[in-house]
């Protein structure tokens, strides 16, 4: 049935054939759907005013009213301003416009009421208000219709055809009056009922021009709701799917080779945290179900041991197992520390990349099927076609964020039944997005690290204290310690973040001179037999210094490593720096994280110092990275595949909107799981217009 939301966006008043074609290709907005799905990010309270004594550069945007008691053009031409001190009796400020200066010039008058709106900024010392918004207080006062003005991303093109947050607004308020009665409501009846939620229009017309913050409140949890409620149902409904049609490998015994590496080789006691995860994972893979695990924990909590061992598990079974890891030196260390475990039990493991010859190839495809080869270590490699196993009963996926969901299916069609998975991540997720990401997966949780680590000592300091820092550095090195120096490396300005590395490269050759100070450098602009020959030198203390871009994020573990300086630490996210951290506090001795910045922090930069320097608990800190970025930008989540691209909801700041919504789907479908009954109609219908190609009900129900 054809909706109103599917009218194309030029039969709007005031959109023509032009605008229509930058809100296209400029948001995906082309229908009158899109237009009203397209949700501010912020309100600002009209009835709310700032007095001007009041303002600091930091605010936002924000409303005063005042006087105009002087205003003057100065400059010629192009350089021409305007200026207009405004007063509120509490103090004054200047207004400044660079354009459009006759047509302002023109109607501006003096010692009347104006409301001025805009942001305020820092100008040689003192506050202005740059291009404000000016509205006369009586007419302001006679349209006020709702009283909280939203506020809609644009981008720069759009600005430039004068498509702004304001006319998007206007938009809204021409849309929204033709939306009356004609929507379909998208929810069952019940649920709108039984959690007192407002109708489909009414929770539309508020969000956009909410008439008080209740109503605003009321509105955004409707959408919010509906939002995570139907991710949720599609998450469990797959779920479903998956243990009622899949069976699982049984791995029922333990055999020689746990047990002979438990006895015989482990040289230290697991934690109580490796052991319950064994325990779960014991339990897993001996229901005759597949087992889909998402194992977190923090940098150096033994992940890779847990994983190890439950692949020894399923070899006593008489299965081939893998691991998958997201780069070639996290594939190579693997298979260094894991050949190093299994070889004395008689265990063989091979390794295999995108630089695996072609040859070993070959052969590494015949042992692979005749079932010869049962550890085998690799990066998306492992994905081709070529490569078949005899009976692959175990999957390890080791830092998840860069495999899509489409790449683990994948490994399933390489067998008749579906191998266990277990997937590793030392990014900790927080619960809501585990929840939602990895909503069809179990997770398992080390909370634990092993005994005698001593925490990392993470300490600022600005560029002042280089010398400092410096001779601390020394000092480490003259005990014997050795030393990671990380420079930033963002994507768009390699050349800008190589001369940084370059210019601290010569400090530090200075400050630390051959023949004393011997310095590895490693950086992505490398080839790979320079980066190894320089890693190499690091890891048998031949050098002392390890200059590098962010490369050696993931992957290196050298315990005798006990100090991380960041430069430019500000410039990092908080995962990252966390991921950095990680890299020191491997071995016994104190380690230290050192976190270089500039004078000046934004305030999300100043707390991303902060956490860091008060925590060393990755899951406190990945809350306030979800805060602070929201999930979008989570490392790699845009590549996981599944729906997380919210519209409304905030995977940080709506936990427990999420909490509801999974427990109202769970309870729905636990009652009706195929979504056949009349009152679940709607569910089914709305579902399969969302992920129309993703569901195939014939094949489902
Ligand atoms: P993760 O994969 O979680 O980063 P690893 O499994 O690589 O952690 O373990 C980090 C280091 O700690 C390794 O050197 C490992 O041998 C060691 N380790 C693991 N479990 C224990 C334990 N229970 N007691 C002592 N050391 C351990
Ligand atoms: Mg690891």
């Not at 007419?139 to 219709?145: A, I, S, T, Y």
Request: a positive charge; aromatic letters at 10%.
């Amino acid at each position: 049935m054809a909706s109103i939301l599917d009218d194309n966006i030029t039969y709007l008043k005031g959109v023509g054939p032009d605008k229509a074609n930058t809100l296209a290709s400029e948001l995906g907005i082309k229908t009158f759907g899109d237009l009203v799905y397209y949700f501010p990010y912020r309100y600002l309270d009209r009835t709310k005013f700032y007095t001007i004594s009041e303002l600091d550069a930091e605010m936002n945007y924000i409303q005063i009213k005042g006087k105009i008691i002087h205003f003057e053009v100065a400059g010629e031409k192009r350089k021409q301003r305007m200026t207009a001190v405004l007063s509120d009796g509490t103090g004054t400020i200047k207004l400044v416009w660079f354009q459009g200066i006759k047509w302002i010039a023109d109607r501006i008058k003096l010692n009347i009421h104006y409301v001025v709106f805009g942001k305020p900024t820092e100008f040689n010392g003192a506050l202005n208000i740059t291009h404000p918004e000016l509205e006369e207080l009586a007419k302001f006062n006679e349209k006020l219709d709702y009283n909280w003005l939203a506020f809609y991303n644009t981008t720069e093109k759009m600005k430039a055809k004068y498509i702004n947050s304001k006319a998007i607004h206007n938009m809204q308020m021409s849309l929204l009056p033709l939306l009356k009665d004609k929507l379909t409501e998208t929810l069952p009846a019940y649920l709108i009922e039984k959690h007192k939620l407002l109708n489909l229009y009414d929770a539309l017309y508020n969000v956009h021009l909410p008439l008080s913050q209740d109503n605003l409140q009321i509105a955004q949890f409707r959408l919010k709701f509906e939002e995570l409620f139907y991710i949720q149902l599609k998450i469990l409904r797959l779920k479903h799917y998956r243990t009622t049609h899949f069976g699982g490998y049984r791995f029922e015994r333990v055999g020689d080779y746990f047990n002979r590496f438990f006895n015989e080789i482990l040289p230290f006691e697991l934690t109580h945290a490796q052991k319950k995860v064994l325990r779960e994972i014991r339990i897993d893979t001996n229901t005759g179900k597949q087992m889909n695990r998402l194992l977190q924990g923090d940098v150096g909590s033994g992940k890779t041991l847990v994983a190890l061992m439950t692949m020894l598990l399923a070899i006593d079974n008489g299965f081939q197992t893998c691991i998958m890891a997201p780069t070639e030196i996290l594939a190579n260390q693997h298979f260094q520390t894991i050949s190093e475990w299994v070889i004395p039990i008689g265990l063989t493991v091979e390794l295999l990349t995108g630089t695996t010859k072609q040859s070993k190839r070959k052969t590494l495809h015949a042992a692979l099927q005749n079932g010869e080869c049962k550890i085998l270590i690799g990066t998306h490699a492992l994905l081709e076609d070529p490569v078949q196993f005899k009976n692959l009963g175990m999957v390890v996926i080791d830092e998840q964020h860069r495999f899509g969901v489409a790449q683990r299916a994948k490994l399933w069609k390489k067998n008749v039944q579906p191998p266990h998975i277990l997937v590793m991540t030392a990014t900790p997720i927080p619960r809501t997005l585990a929840m939602t990401l990895y909503g069809d997966l179990d997770v398992s949780v080390i909370d634990e690290l092993p005994p005698g680590r001593k925490p990392i000592k993470t300490l600022h300091y600005n560029d002042a204290k280089r010398l400092r820092v410096f001779g601390f550095i020394k000092e480490q090195i003259e005990l014997g310690r050795q030393i990671y120096i990380v420079y930033p490396l963002i994507r768009e300005s390699e050349a800008i973040d190589y001369k940084d590395l370059e210019d601290g490269l010569e400090s530090i050759s200075r400050a630390f001179p051959a023949p004393k100070f011997a310095i590895s450098v490693v950086h992505g602009k490398m080839k790979p037999e320079e980066k190894d020959k320089a890693m190499d030198l690091f890891v048998r203390k031949q050098t002392q210094i390890m200059i590098a871009t962010t490369v050696i994020e993931v992957g290196v573990n050298i315990p005798n490593a006990s100090v991380m300086v960041i430069e430019s630490a500000e410039r990092f996210g908080l995962s990252q720096l966390h991921q950095l951290r990680g890299r020191v506090g491997r071995g016994a001795d104190q380690s230290y994280c050192i976190l270089m910045t500039g004078y000046k922090l934004t305030t999300d930069g100043k707390t991303r110092i902060k956490t860091m320097v008060e925590t060393n608990d990755g899951f406190e800190i990945s809350e306030v990275d979800l805060k602070l970025r929201g999930p979008g930008d989570i490392e790699g989540t845009q590549q996981s595949g599944l729906p997380i691209d919210l519209k409304i909801a905030n995977l940080g700041r709506d936990a427990q909107i999420l909490t509801v919504a999974r427990q109202v789907a769970e309870d729905i479908l636990s009652v009706d799981p195929n979504l056949g009954e009349p009152q679940n109609f709607v569910l089914r219908k709305i579902m399969e217009q969302k992920w129309k190609y993703e569901f195939n009900w014939s094949q489902i129900s």
